[in-house]
Each structure stands twice: as C-alpha cells, then as structure tokens.
C-alpha cells in the first residue's frame, strides 16, 4: 500500500527540533529570509528562493508623484540598482540561500535620503515527499527536486526519528529522489525530514514525513479443502499482546469477497465447488489512529467437488434425502422442454427422465441452452461460431439420478435403459465417502432373452456369464468406450451402449461419476452372421483412471475372467503397474502414434515386471476396424476358457471389498423373506391355484356364466320367466355361499401380511413376488415348451396330450393379480354374507387404493372367468376418491387391438409404465392404472389424474375356438370405449384382414356409445409403418381406411337395430388429419441386442402430446372415482346383456336427466307463468273495455284489438321461445352438469320448447277470442243499460225540480210515493229487448251427428233413437260389446281374453268420460255465453282419446254411445250457462237491481244530503270490493303452483320420475289396495285427486293460503293508492267525481275489472264535492283493506277456495307438469315418465307384473306374474292387435313399439316394489279381476316393506326419511 503525504497536511511540520535553533543563521534552518529594518522603514513583504518583495515609508502614505527612489542590491561578487517611482519593489532572478544588502536612496530636489537592510533569499525544500512501505522492515521514500535550482549547488540531508530520537540520516546526491530505509522495526511509526542542502552546507526548511512500517504478515498459511469451504490456518506473527487483526480475502474469477478475524484461521464457506480461488491473508494493525496492513500471504486451491453442489445445479439437492419416486417422475407435466435442449439446468434431469421413461434413445442426448453465441468469418467460406457454453456430462446426471431415486424409481430407470441398450450401473460410486454401492436390487428387474442352445430368459442378475472389463489407466488418446461401443455393435450400425467423450456434451468434464462402473451385456441371437459372440458375455467399464479407484478394480479383478486394460504411456505408469496382483487375465491395450513411441513402449513392456495374458497394440496403421477386431479375437479367446459368475453371486464378493450392497437394506430383506415363504413351495402351478386360490377358476367362471344367463335369460325355454329367475337367483345365492365356505388359505393370509406392513416394505414384497412369481412362470413354461417341441417332432403325437399341453399352457401364467383376484373374491364374498372374519378383510380397498396412487396396476376385468368384481371395484374406487378427494378428477385413455399388436408396450412407451403382464403371455381382461398429473397441469388438462387401461388383444388365438368369441371381444371393446374419454385403436398394419375384423368389434362398441349418450375421441395407432414412402401414402391410406369406417358403421348399425344411414364421425369426434398416427416398428435392428427404435418413441411422443392437447380442448367435464365406478358398474350390466343399447342404464346419465328434467320443468313453469301473466292483464284490459267504449264518443274496434293483442302475443312468446331455447342450449354447454351424459336428449327437450310454444299459443289465442266474444256480448247490453240509466237519471233529475217547486217539504213516504210514479212510468214507457236465447241441446246434437254420420248404419239407427238428448248421460256408462257370429264362435274359445277385451274397454271409456267431464266444467266455469266451438272441440277431444285408446279396440257402437253420454252431459251443462248468461244480462232485471240507490240517490239529492261518505263507500265496496277479490283470484293459481314446486312438496312435483316415486311410496306405505287399484285402473284421477289433497294438506296449514292472498290483497291496494294519489295530483281530474273515478279505473286497467253497471249506477245521480268525496274514497280504500283481509283470514276452506281460482287452475297446472305425454308401456301400462312433451322414447323407472295390468295366461286364466323388463331380455314370445295376434320375440319388441324404451332390470332387487305389491295383493287382483291368482315366485313373499321401499329409493335414486 503507498500512502502520501504533503506538507500541507501535516501538523507536524511546525514542530521543529529545538537542537535546531542556536545554529547559523544563515545556514537556512532557523531564520531562513530574516528581514533586517533600518529606522523602522524598509520592509520584506515576501522573501522567497529567488526574489524579494519590499516596501518603505509610511505605509498610508502616498507616494510624491514627482519623487523617484534607487534601489541597490549586491551580494558579495555583484551589484545592482534599478529606480522606481513608488514605494515598494520586487527584486529578481536572486540566488537561493545568498545574503544581499539592500539600500533604497529617495532622491528629492535638494537631498537624498537613503534606507539599508539585508536580507537572505530562502533555500527550497524537496517537493511531494511521500512513502510507500515496502515489506514490515524496509520503506521506501519518494521526493521532487526544488525547481529552477541548479543541481550542481546542491544534495539532500535524509534524516529518521523514532521517538523524537534520530536513528538513520543520510545524504542524497541532487539527481536522486528516491531513497530505501531498511533494518527498521515492523508496525512502527517514525518520522521521516528531508532538506535541501547548498554546497555551503546551508540547509533548507524542512519537509517532515510520518512513516509507517507493515505488520508483519501471517507466517505458514495452511487449507484444508472441501466441496464447498476451505479451513484457512496460520502463525501468528505478533508474539506480544498488541491488539491486531487479520484480513482474509478470496476471489475466483467471478467475484472476490473478504473477512476479518481475530484468530489465527477462518472457515471460509459457500464456496462454489470444483472452482480455483485465490486466497490470500493479512495483518491488520492500528498505531495511533493509523490503519496499518501487512503484506498478504497467498495461496491458490481448487476446491473439491462433491455431490450436493452438483445436484444443486441439476436442482435434485433436495431429493438426497426424499428421494424421487416413481410416481413422481411419471407424472404428467406441461412440455417446457423441446427436442434435445433443457432451458435450465434444473430442466435437464427431467428431460432425460421423460425421454427414459419413453424409451427414447436418445435420452442420454441433451444440451442446455446456450447463454450467447457469436460467429466469426475465418478466410473464405470458414465460420468459426462460438458459445458461452454450460453443461454437464450425462453420465453425472445418470449417476446423479440414481442417487436420488428410491430403489423403485432405481429399478425402472435401469430397466428402461437396458431396452434401450444403455449400459446400466453396476457399481454406483459416492464421490463425498469415496464408496461404492453394487446396484443388484436396481438390476434385478432386467429379464433378457437370447438363443444359445435353444431361447432362454432369466433374470439378467441370476444369469451366470463370464465377464469381461475394461478399465484405463492414465491418459488415453483413444476413447476406451467408443471402442467398446464398436466390439459390441454389429458391424451394420453402430450403437452407443457406453456414453464417451465424442457425443453429445460428452466433451463437459466429469465430476461425480467418476469409479463408476457400469455393465452391458452381448446376446446372442442364434444368427451367426449377426452375432459378434457366439455365447453371451458381461462387459464392465470402468470410468476415470484405474489407479485412483482401487477399490472397483479390485471388485473387477476378482469378477472379471479378463480385464482389458487400456494404457498409452507405460513409463509413467510403472509404480502402479508392478504393484497390480490379478486373479483375471490381463490383457494390455496399447496406442502408439509413431515408430519411435511404439519403440519406447516395447522397451517399457520388457522392463515391466507385469505379467499379462496378451499386450494389443494400436500403432498409427492400423485402423479402428482393424482394432476392432483384434479386440474381437481377444475377447473370443478369454471366453474360450472362462469362468461364470451372476451379479447376485458379485453380491457376496462385494462387501468384502468395502463395497455396500443395495438389496442388503433390511427392509428390503423383509419383504423378501415374506415373498419367498409364500413362493418357496410352489410346484406345478396349475395344481398351486387350484389349491391356494380357489375362489377363481372354475367355481368364478360357473357364477359369471350364471350372473350372464340372469340378464340373457337363454335357457329358461317354456319356464315363467320370473320363476326361472329366482331359480338363478337361488343358484348364484348358493354359489357364492360356497364361496364363502372357502377357508382363507395360508399363501394368501401370508399375502395378506405382505400388503398391510409399512408403505416400503409393502412395495418391496409386490416387487419380489411379482419377480419370484415370472421366474417361477417362466421356468414353467420352458418346461412345457419343452414338452410341446417333443410331442411336435413325434410323427404320432397324442392329439389329446397336446389339448393338454394346451390347458396347461393358459393355466401357467402366475402373477400378482391372481393374488390380488383372490383377495377380490374373498371381499365379495365376505361383503355378501357381511362376515369379516379377516381383521385386514375389510381394510383391503384402502390399501389397495393407495396402492394404485404408487402406481400399481389394478385388475378391472378377469380375463379367465370374464368378470368384474363390482363390489371389490367400487369400493377400491371408493377409497381412492375419499384419499384424493377434492384433487379426484380422472380422464381416461384406453387401448383397444389386436392380440400380440403391442398394445401394452404403446402404453408403457407413452406413460412410463409398466402394466402387469404374465411372462410369456400376453394381457389377459383389463388392467387399470393411475397415472398423476402435476399441479401446475391440472388446470389445463382440467383432471388430477390419468387412468390408464390396458386390455387383452382382440381376436384372440385362445378364445377363437370359442362360439362366443366374437361376443366375447364386443364386450370387452363395448366395456373399455365407455369408460374411455380417448380411445387408442392399435392396428397393426401387416394384417389387412385382422385390421377389418377389429374395427367392425370397435365400431359396434362407438355406436353403441353414441346411443346411450357417450361419444368418445378415438384415436388410431398405425404400427409398423416403417414405409419411407409412408408420409406419401398417408393421404390416399386416410381415404380409404375413413370409406372403410363408415362402411362399417352402417353395418354395425344394422346389427344394433338401428335403421338410420350412419356415418362414423357421427358416433366419435374423429379427425381424419388428427387422429391417425403412423408409428414405425419397435426395435431398430435384431433383438436381443437392438435397441429401440428412437423414431418409435418419438412418434410414441408425439402422440401423446396430441391426445393431451385434445383433452385440454374438450368441453366434456372430468369424472370422479365415484362416477367412474358407476360408469363401471351400468356399463358392465349392460354389456351381460344381448342387446346393449337398450340394456344400458347408468345412474349417473339417470341423474344427468333427472337434473335436466327438473330444469326444463322449471323453465317450462316460467315459461307459463309469464304468459299467464301476460294473458291475466289482457284479459283484465279486454273485460274493461266494454265500460270504456260506453264512457268515450268513438267506439273501441274489438276485432283491431283482437289483432293487436295476437301480434302483442307473438311478440312476447317469440321473446320466451328465444329465451328458453337459449337456456337450453347453454344448460348442454354447461361443463358441470354432465349435461354431455344427456346429450342425445337434446332435441327432444328442444322440440318440446318449441311445441310448449305452439301449445301456450293456441290456448292464448283461443282465450283471446272468448275474451272478446264475451266482451261484444257485453258491449251491446251496456248500450241498452247506458241508455236505461240515462233516462232515469233525467227522469229523477224532472221529478226532483218539480218537488222542490212545492212550497211544503215532502216527507220519506211521500218521496217515495212520486219516485214508484215515475219508476213505472218508465217501465211503461221503455221497451226492454231480452238476448236472444238459442237451444243449446239442439245444436249439440247437431254436431253430434255431423260427428257420427260417417259411421255404420247401427250407428245411425242409434242416434235417430235419441229423442232429447238433455235425457242422456244421466246415469253411469256402460260399454256393451255387440259381437257378429263369428266374433262370438272366436271369442267363446277365449272368455277370459273376452272378458279382459271387455274391462280394459270399459276402463277406456271411464277415463275418457272424465276427461270429458274435466273439459266441459272448465268450459262453463266463466260466466260467459255459450260458444258452438266449445261442443266442436270437445269432440275433437273424445276422438283423440280415442285414437289413444286403441288397445282397448272400441267398436263404433260403443264409440257413438260413449259420444252420445258425453253429448248429453255436455248439453245440459252448456245449456244451464247460457240460460244463466242471458238471465244475468236482463236489461230490466238489471235496472231493477239498482231501484233502492235510485230512490236513495234521488232523497239525498232532494234533501240537498252530503253524499260523499256514502258514494265513496258505495263505490269502493260495490265496485271496487268484488274487483279487488277476482283480483286475487286470478294470481293465486299461479303462486299456488310456486309454492308447491319450491317449498316442502317441491321434489313430489320436480320431474316426473320424482312425482312416481312420491306416489308409489304413498301407495306402499298406506296399504290400501282401494288406492292401488284407482292407481293402476284410473291413473289420471288418481293422480289429479292426489295432487288436489297434496295442495289442501299444504295450504291448510299455518294459514298459507291465506298469506298468499294478503299479499296480492297489499300489492293491489298499494297500486289503488298510488292510482289515487296520481289522480290527485292532476287537477283536470279532480274536477268532478266521474272523471276522478274513470282516471283511477283507467290506470288499473290491467288489473281490475271494475263491474260497470254498478258503477254507473252509483255514480250517475250524486251532488257531492270532489275534493271531500276524494278523501273519503281514501278512507274507504282503507276500510275496504281491513274488511277483506278479515275475511281473507275467516275463509279456511282451502278446497272451497281451490275451485274457485278462475285463472291457471293450479291441480291442472301440476298435473300437465307431471303427467307428461300420458303414454303407458303396452305390456304393464305404466305411464311413460319421460321429461318434456315431444321426447322421441318413452320409459319407464319401474315396471309392474303382467298380471296387474289385468294380463292373464290364455290356456289357465292365471294372472300373469312376468315383468316386461325382464321378458324382453328372454326368450319368450307375446301377441297382440298391434302384432296381428302373431307371436312376436320379446326382445323384438321395438319392431312393434319403436318409440318405446324398456329397459332389463340391472338387478334382481330392481322390481322389488311391484313384487311385493303383486304378492301381497294377488288374491285380490285376480278377484278384482274375476281371474285366477298368478303363479308367484316363492322369494316374492320374502319381500319385506323396507326391501321394496329401498327398491324406490335405488331406482329413483331418492335417500328421504
């Protein structure tokens, strides 16, 4: 460090020695420049080296101008003089240190006056003295000469002190400015003066310099290195206690940083490693304020690498410790990553990882991307780019990765890269202990396969083979690996099986993988002109340099039966070569570059005292094929006498060594001491199975065969259906009550153990048995292969021992899931006779769920019995939704192909996985598998995981034989495309023929999909495309194989019953561009040694990316486990069924409609209510307008008004329409619904908005126009009554002048005595014209004939028999048959069917004589006038029904009597209401109703009264009162109807299906067959009662119709208040009293109908003021508001109340809601429950027995016990009129009824209800029926009430107390 110091700044310069004064004066070092004065006058102003300024005189005096002064100067050799006028003076260019004498002389005129003085000129001290301190002893001082000195006067005086005492001086020649002090003690403080010294030794002034030495630096700096720190110590320089420090700086190239320490050593961390530092230390010591460093002490390390810090860059620190699993590494992950660059370090590992798990192989090819990149043009045409690389070698990432995986991840990783011909690790080393792992556990799960005497496969780590390993020794200048790549490769291509430093990022340094060895493996293939070896052999590679791993190469001098050993420069190498000791041959593998080098290296082999087996040179001619080969020769000749060794056998050589061996884990040994207790004993499988798992085989399949005859129904032959299934049903009862008998054996209670231990040790006992159980299957397949090879070779086998063989062979596969099939049937079986006997029993679905969330494959589907354990999978699925749940959400992706097509390996390739698969078999049923989705893709993929099924191979080998195996393959395909949201069609593209069969499975499994409300993606997998044209064939392949699809949908169409022209993207979203893949073949070369092909993979890849993009665009919403299950379990029943499509049933689509159903109610109901309200208004408007066309001068044009409202009406039900239609289509886009579930039905609900619309319009318009014929009706008698009313009142007015004119006041009586003059005056006067009256009967029976004219003459006859038609329909109906001859001689064979012809005839016209009767009170419930068009369409109404009828074949004769009864009702009724029209609209009747006002009016007006109280009571109770009440009456019906669907009864009324089960538990739970009977005979009645007794029970309690009322009561009177306030803000209204009341009737007009004639009359005399009867109208409103919610609350008849309503009548209202289109099913007739009007199919939850339904056998009378949904899953047969009495299958049955959808029971349980029903009332039926009791099962009266209660609540899916 220099420090520099200047004069100015130090205050030491004014401490001068005192030694210093008392010499010389003039020696310039006390009073250099002394002024001398003479008499006080002259004066120095500046005395400098060479000038002096001076001064004279006074010094406020001026000078004279006329004065001059001389100034002289001399020194001793010269003089001078010069003159001035003023009085001072500078002189120049004196000598430095020289005295002068000078004189000023005043010459004046007459005298002169002069002044003496002397003066020295000072001496110029050394400029910029400063200091730089060299080391602790020795300082170096710097200065600048004095300037315009001469150099010859002069030198320098250099003195130091310490203490104020001097301890060096010296002096300095004047050319000299530096000048070094040594031998001075460290961290000291001195002081350094220089002067300049004249030759007459005369001194200048002083510069003074405090110097400072360096402490002494720290003595023997000392690291110790580590990965990322270094321990720095030292000496301590300073022995005595004086306070110091030490400064410790490091720095890389990077970044520099620096600490202090008071001790002698600091741990300097955070360090990256593998880094160079420079380190360096100093002594930092403080002396009087002074900050003092010693010079540093340095030392350069670079630090060590370890571990963490690479795992840090790779981002895997964390994962030393929790380690990766499996799971995690396969979960699926956003693509950040593209092709073979990672963005980050961090993404690399992963990168390889995905690419690994994809057998991808390149995996091991990867960069990170690069920071910059420049490039440079070199000469012509040469680039020189260049990068700002970083990277890491990729065999630090595999050794990375294997450290941080837990052994499972290990195994897999392993596995994978030896498909991928990857060499594997055998010995794993730790670069922080310096220690080595054997990987046995890691390889355990490699099987290969090669042919040496015949195709062997073993486990790789079981298989004993000579090994051959190949090590290096120092530097090389040939790549050891790369060779070795080449002696295993075949010489068609290379395969880079050992990762060297020529590939990519080989050329990155390694860090940690250095000792590692890794192993590879040459197979034969049994083809001489492809194998390099003719036996197989283990080759082992050791990484970095032999020498520094003695512990690895010790391991494989003992394995080893050679090691190759690579070595160029043997000179260097001779220590450690004569100390080697092998047991192996050695053989040395030598590289020379020329003939000099191979000279020195043949000298250096004869000195060595190194025995080996053979020495290979590589000299500069020989090429690498030539190496190669002599490399070849050399292994051939070591294989030709070595020995075999296993890596299980290494295991027990290793520990030996210090090597730890990775399955000696103790939990691992656990595991494997409970697999091997289980699998020790096993011998023949076969006979192992039968023994240890007999739940499955035989006793499994016997249950399945028989679960599948309950839904097919194929043997019952002449049996009652439902007897036959209850002898099933006993059957399947005993059989799995033997099942149950079944002691748990002891292998599977051992297996048991094995599964409920800690979650690691569960995983390592599966892995062991998984491994145990393929060995031993292996083992015994070879055996029977054997066997089968002999019999084959024998011209005169035994074709019944290879049948044999052949049983053996399909029975010879043992795996896990046979065990884990065991523990699905003892659930089962344990769940159904609910014994646990087990104490892990009943756990088993939650351990098996976790299970599946670790990644292990599950058996959905048995592929020996073909069974689902549904109890076992629900639960299992039950268990993992709760574990998961809320992040439950699934997508499911399924294959689908051929067998043998590499259906498995598609998946495995894609996911990582690795399914179950029995060795040496191929996939058998169906396996499921979860694979996770990380949390960052959740959203996008919207699930949580991915399900993965794998399936057995269609067109199987082994089921072909099998009658059913077609049936058997659409199952499955049927089965697996249903649960699928993406279904993977495996085609492998060699076998046309094949290919067509498969698709046409597919293809009837997608149709039947379509039909029930699924329409999965599918996606096609082309295998095998290995075409280099194939990109150009694409296009016309599409072509063809879309024409070949569509085809084949039409096919499959025909044989699922379904006519229509369908085309295959009708049934599946299919992309022609988008779903094809063409993926070329597997392995890229020859197996075994051919590793995968990389274009597989990556077209693998490429797929999958394409099916998750998909599934990021769907609109469908995920499914949980619960819904999956049930997806399961309906898919499944349905498929044991024959006929799918019409089979299925699923609670989840039920629930879906159900939703959709209740959803469409609503907006229906909203739908209505508005029009309602809209029609309410206009009808309100319409009724007033009779009274305003009478009050204005113009009259109102009813038919404009007619018109305008129908455009009024169009325009809101276009606006409804819309708005509906709209809800609709966003309820289907609405993604949490399942709305996609119903998506078929779509239409229907669509048509049944547009076909509400119709409906409410037709009604709308029909009421319309009663509204305004009724109101033209109105209007004429209004003139005739306006005009009365007028006459009156001029009439009263006359009378009253002439009464006044008397001079006395008459009296009461005699007032009334001129009022009854006139009053019959008038009546004398006027004539009153009465309505015309018509003969309402007389009409009636003119439509009625018109009606019948066209029917038979026996009809004629009876109508002309009819005298008064008012006499018909008086009594009860009675359909009589009349029968020709020959109806009587065919119906005399069968008078029970006669007699069922006969009540089901009478049932019809019952029914149809209410509906009648319903229709004409609903007609003559408004008091409106008669209308012809009402007895037009009430018979428009009977034909209809009629037409509906037609089961019950009415005959013409009954037809004409039944219209005739109706006819007669209906002209009576119609009658009584226009008598009662005309006789209310009497003109005179009318005046004398109003007689008493007149005659009151006419006394008040006479006696001059105060009529405002009075005419404002009048009018508000009169008229406003009565309008007020219908009012309420209008806008109950519909808040009825709300409240019904929204409070306690809102879900009886919600859909259809609710509304059945709300009835059907009535029914059950009152025990009443009176009600049952009205129920089955006389639905809509039934129903219409109920629903009236629903509504009276509801609103009779707490007053609730009454609060209804009140409330519309409060909104009308507000709206009267509000209408009274605006009148009376307007003063032209307010005028008189008419005009008030006509504004306030005219602002409710929509509202209130105000009746008119009362309010005439009672406004048409009156004298009151307008302003005080206002206010009393006010007051009246207010009574009247009390009065009526009195009487509001006082009226309790609910009932009462209900049939008054006369608007929305709210009993029809809920009944058109639930009673739907009022179809019945044509074999029990239970009415259709479907949603909406215009649906396309109609169904049924629950259907009866025959026999209620009065269905009686022909031949014995006996009811009919059969249920459809059962029959039509048969067999049997049944006849008709609708099949022209031919017999016709059940199972045909929608060739007659094609509109109707009758669905198989799923369970025996399913009809519970109607069973118990049938059974308790049986007796009753058939006497009700006058028919013999039914043939009942004998299970149907072990029935209880809650059995058949719990049958409602399954089926409707309702769980209610």
């Known amino acids: ?762 995983l390592y006992f599966l892995k062991w048995m998984k491994m145990n159980l393929d060995k031993l299957t292996r083992k015994h397949i070879s055996m029977l292969d054997k066997q089968y090879r002999e019999l084959c070779r024998n011209p005169t086998e035994d074709k019944e021992h290879l049948r044999d063989l052949d049983n053996q062979f399909a029975n010879s596969s043992l795996g896990v899931q046979h065990f884990m099939r065991e523990l699905s049937q003892l659930y089962e079986s344990a769940h159904f006779q609910k014994t646990w006997n087990h104490l892990h029993l009943q756990k088993l679905p939650e351990i098996c769920a976790q299970l599946m969330l670790n990644g292990f494959p599950l058996e959905l589907i048995d592929g020996d019995a073909s069974n689902i354990p549904l109890t076992w999978i629900g639960d299992v699925l039950a268990a993992l939704n709760k574990l998961t749940s809320p992040h439950n959400k699934i997508r499911v992706v399924t294959v689908l192909g051929v067998q043998s097509s590499g259906k498995s390996t598609l998946l495995n390739t894609m996911f990582g996985v690795q399914f179950a698969v029995s060795s040496g078999r191929c996939t058998r049923g169906a396996f499921m598998l979860l694979i996770g989705v990380s949390e960052e893709f959740r959203s996008e993929l919207k699930c949580d995981y991915i399900l993965v099924i794998d399936t057995e191979g269609l067109k199987s080998l082994e089921l072909a034989k099998l009658d059913d195996s077609y049936e058997h393959d659409n199952e499955l395909a049927t089965l697996v495309v249903g649960l699928s949201d993406i279904t993977i069609i495996n085609i492998a593209m060699e076998n046309a023929t094949e290919m067509k069969d498969t698709l046409q499975i597919v293809v009837h499994a997608f149709l039947r999909m379509k039909e029930v409300g699924k329409k999965p993606c599918c996606h096609f997998a082309h295998q095998n495309t290995a075409d280099v044209a194939v990109q150009d064939k694409i296009l016309r392949e599409r072509i063809s194989f879309f024409q ?174 819309k708005n509906l239609l709209d809800t609709i289509q966003q309820y289907f886009e609405n993604e949490l619904e399942h709305a996609h579930l119903v998506e078929n039905h779509k239409e229907d609900f669509l048509n049944s908005a547009r076909g509400l619309r119709r409906e409410v319009e037709m009604d709308i318009r029909i009421k319309l126009e009663n509204a305004i014929l009724i109101q033209k009706g109105i209007e004429k008698v209004e003139h005739i009554k306006q005009e009365q009313r007028d006459t009156m009142r001029d009439k009263v007015l006359s009378l009253i002048q002439v009464c006044r004119s008397r001079t006395n006041t008459l009296s009461e009586s005699e007032l009334n005595e001129e009022f009854e003059k006139i009053w019959n005056d008038i009546l004398k006067d006027n004539y009153f014209t009465a309505l015309p009256k018509q003969d309402v009967v007389k009409e009636t029976y003119r439509l009625l004939y018109n009606n019948l004219e066209m029917k038979s003459g026996a009809v004629r006859e009876m109508l002309s028999k009819v005298t008064s038609l008012d006499q018909c329909g008086t009594g009860k109906f009675f359909a009589i048959m009349k029968m020709n001859i020959f109806q009587k001689i065919r119906g005399s064979l069968r008078p029970a069917e006669r007699s069922k012809k006969h009540k089901l005839m009478q049932l019809a016209c019952d029914k149809i004589i209410h509906q009648s009767e319903t229709f004409i009170a609903n007609k003559t419930e408004p008091k409106s006038d008669y209308n012809s068009a009402d007895i037009q369409e009430l018979l428009c109404s009977i034909d209809k029904n009629l037409e509906s009828c037609s089961e019950s074949e009415i005959n013409p004769e009954v037809e004409a009597a039944l219209k005739i009864h109706i006819c007669g009702i209906a002209a009576r009724a119609f009658q009584k209401m226009h008598d009662d029209y005309i006789q209310r609209n009497d003109p005179l009747k009318s005046l004398e109703n109003f007689k008493e006002e007149w005659l009151a009016d006419f006394k008040d007006l006479y006696y001059q009264r105060d009529q405002c109280q009075n005419k404002a009571e009048t009018c508000m109770n009169k008229c406003f009162g009565p309008a007020v009440m219908e009012y309420i009456k209008k806008r109950l019906g519909p808040d009825i109807v709300d409240e019904m669907l929204s409070g306690e009864t809102g879900l009886d009324f919600g859909t259809r299906s609710f509304f059945q089960f709300s009835l059907l538990k009535k029914l059950l739970w009152e025990d009443n067959f009176s009600n049952i009977l009205e129920y089955v005979q006389n639905y809509e009645a039934y129903v219409t009662a109920w629903i009236s007794e629903k509504i009276v029970e509801h609103f009779s309690k707490k007053g609730a119709l009454s609060k209804l009322e009140i409330k519309h009561l409060n909104v009308i009177i507000n709206k009267l208040k509000e209408a009274v306030d605006s009148a009376q803000s307007k003063a032209d209204v307010c005028s008189g009293i008419g005009s008030f009341v006509t504004y306030v009737c005219r602002r409710l007009n929509k509202e209130l109908v105000i009746p008119s004639d009362t309010l005439k ?117 049944f006849r008709h009129k609708d099949t022209g009495f031919q017999w016709h299958p059940n199972k045909e049955y929608r060739q007659i009824y094609p509109d109707w959808l009758i669905q198989p029971d799923t369970t025996i349980e399913a009809t519970d209800f109607w069973k118990y029903i049938f059974a308790k009332y049986n007796k009753a039926f058939a006497e009700k029926y006058r028919l013999k009791p039914a043939d009942i099962p004998a299970d149907w009266y072990w029935i209880s009430v809650h059995q058949a209660n719990k049958c409602l609540e399954d089926t409707f899916k309702m769980r209610r107390s």
């Open 1044 to 1217: 070949q699809l569509d085809d084949m949908t039409n096919a499959a169409a025909k044989m699922e019953k379904k006519s229509n022209n369908y085309k295959f993207t009708d049934i599946l979203e299919y992309d022609i561009n988008k779903n094809n893949w063409y993926i070329p073949g597997l392995w890229l070369g020859t197996p075994p040694m051919a590793p995968v092909n990389t274009g597989y993979s990556e077209e693998v890849s490429n797929f999958k990316d394409g099916m998750l993009n998909v599934l990021r665009k769907t609109k469908f919403p995920a499914q949980d486990f619960m819904e999956f299950a049930e997806w399961i379990r309906s898919l499944w029943k349905a498929v044991q069924f024959e006929n799918f499509i019409f089979s299925f049933r699923n609670s989840l689509v039920a629930e879906a409609y159900s939703k959709l159903c209740a959803e469409f109610n609503t907006w229906e109901w909203a739908f209505k209510k508005h029009m309602i309200d809209w029609y309410t208004k206009s009808e309100t408007k319409i009724s007033n307008m009779g009274v305003m066309s009478v009050q204005s001068e113009s009259a109102v044009n009813l038919d404009r008004v007619l018109a305008a409202l129908n455009c009024e009406a169009d325009n809101e039900l276009e606006k409804e329409e």
């Open 1 to 762: 460090m220099t420090l520099k110091t200047h004069p100015s700044k130090q205050p030491n310069y004014q401490r001068l020695k005192e030694e210093m004064d008392g010499r010389d004066e003039n020696s310039g070092i006390h009073n250099v420049g002394k002024q001398e004065e003479t008499d006080g006058h002259i004066r120095f102003t500046d005395v400098g080296p060479h000038s002096v300024r001076l001064e004279w005189g006074d010094p406020d005096m001026t000078a004279n101008a006329q004065q001059k002064f001389q100034i002289r100067w001399k020194n001793e050799d010269t003089d001078f003089t010069k003159t001035t006028d003023t009085n001072h003076f500078e002189i120049k260019q004196l000598l430095p240190g020289t005295r002068y004498d000078i004189t000023v002389v005043a010459m004046e005129e007459n005298s002169e006056k002069s002044l003496c003085a002397s003066v020295c000129t000072a001496i110029p001290a050394p400029e910029n003295f400063e200091y730089v301190s060299e080391d602790a002893k020795t300082i170096r001082l710097y200065w600048k000469s004095p300037r315009k000195m001469d150099p010859s006067l002069y030198r320098f005086q250099v003195i130091m002190f310490k203490n104020e005492e001097e301890t060096q001086s010296a002096t300095v020649k004047s050319d000299v400015n530096t000048a070094v002090i040594d031998d001075l003690l460290p961290a000291t403080e001195y002081k350094a003066i220089i002067k300049t010294m004249l030759n007459n030794l005369k001194l200048s002034k002083p510069a003074v310099l405090i110097v400072h030495t360096k402490p002494p630096p720290p003595e023997n700096l000392q690291i110790k290195n580590e990965a990322s720190s270094v321990c720095l110590k030292w000496a301590d320089p300073i022995i005595d206690k004086n306070p110091h420090r030490f400064r410790v700086i490091w720095s890389s190239e990077t970044n520099a940083m620096e600490s202090l320490t008071d001790k002698a050593e600091m741990n300097v961390s955070g360090l990256k490693p593998g880094t160079e530092y420079y380190f360096s230390v100093r002594t930092l010591v403080e002396l009087n304020g002074t900050k003092l460093e010693s010079c540093p002490v340095k030392i350069t390390h670079r630090t060590n690498i370890n571990m963490e810090s690479v795992l840090m860059e790779l981002g895997l620190q964390s994962h030393l410790k929790n380690k990766l699993t499996l799971k995690l590494v396969l979960e699926l992950r956003r693509l950040s990553d593209e092709g073979e660059t990672g963005h980050s370090f961090t993404s690399l590992p992963w990168l390889f990882l995905r690419k690994l798990m994809m057998l991808n192989s390149s995996a091991r090819r990867f960069k990170c991307a690069s920071k910059s990149k420049s490039e440079t043009s070199i000469g012509i045409n040469i680039i020189k780019t260049s990068e700002d690389k970083k990277g890491i070698n990729p065999l630090d990432l595999i050794t990375g990765l294997f450290h941080c995986a837990d052994p499972f991840l290990q195994q897999e990783m392993a596995l994978k890269m030896s498909v991928c011909q990857f060499a594997v690790p055998l010995l794993l080393p730790n670069c922080d202990t310096k220690e080595s792992t054997l990987m046995l556990w890691a390889l355990r799960d490699i099987t290969k396969q090669f042919r040496l005497h015949g195709l062997e496969e073993n486990s790789i780590v079981l298989t004993d083979l000579p090994l051959i390993s190949f090590v290096r020794l120092g530097k090389n200048c040939v790549s050891k690996s790369e060779f070795l790549n080449k002696l295993l490769s075949s010489k068609q291509q290379n395969y880079d099986t050992f990762f060297h430093w020529k590939l990519a990022s080989g050329n990155f340094p390694r860090k940690i993988s250095n000792g590692l060895v890794e192993i590879s493996w040459s197979l034969p293939s049994g083809r001489e002109t492809i194998d390099k070896f003719k036996e197989p052999v283990a080759v082992a590679n050791l990484r970095g340099d032999v020498s520094e791993f003695d512990v690895q190469f010790a391991f494989l001098s003992q394995t080893s039966s050679a090691v190759f050993l690579f070595c160029d420069d043997l000179d260097s190498n001779q220590t450690f070569l004569n100390s080697l000791q092998l047991r192996s041959k050695l053989v040395l593998v030598c590289t020379t570059k020329d003939q000099k080098s191979q000279r020195n290296l043949e000298q250096n082999l004869a000195v060595l005292k190194l025995k080996t087996d053979s020495v290979i040179l590589k000299h500069e001619n020989m090429n690498d094929d030539e190496f190669v080969d002599t490399l070849q020769k050399a292994v051939v000749k070591t294989l030709a006498d070595s020995s075999k060794i296993s890596i299980e056998k290494m295991s027990k050589i290793a520990p030996d060594l210090g090597i730890d061996v990775d399955e000696n884990d103790a939990i691992c040994q656990n595991a494997k001491i409970k697999a091997d207790k289980i699998t020790k004993d096993i011998g023949n499988i076969p006979e192992y199975k039968m023994r240890e798992l007999p739940l499955q085989g035989k006793p499994l399949k016997e249950l399945s065969k028989m679960e599948k005859e309950m839904c097919r129904l194929r043997k019952a032959q002449k049996k009652s259906i439902e007897q036959y299934k209850s002898e099933l049903k006993s059957q399947i009862h005993n059989l799995k009550m033997e099942q149950g008998r079944n002691n748990m054996r002891e292998a599977v209670v051992h297996f048991i153990s094995g599964l409920c231990c800690s979650s690691n040790e569960q």
């Open 1657 to 1773: 009359a009672s406004l048409a005399l009156n004298n009151s003021n307008p302003a005080e009867f206002i206010d009393c109208f006010k007051s009246s409103i207010e009574k009247m508001h009390k009065r009526l919610e009195e009487r509001l609350r006082e009226e309790k008849n609910v009932k009462q109340k209900l049939t008054g309503l006369s608007v929305s009548n709210p009993q029809q209202v809920l009944f058109s809601r639930v009673f739907g289109c009022g179809k019945k099913c044509p074999f029990c007739s239970a009415p259709c429950e479907a949603g909406g009007k215009k649906h396309a199919m109609h169904f049924v939850s629950i259907h009866r027995p025959q026999g209620i339904g009065c269905y009686s056998w022909v031949q014995t009378d006996k009811l009919v016990p059969d249920i459809c949904s059962s029959l039509v899953a048969s067999e049997m047969t």
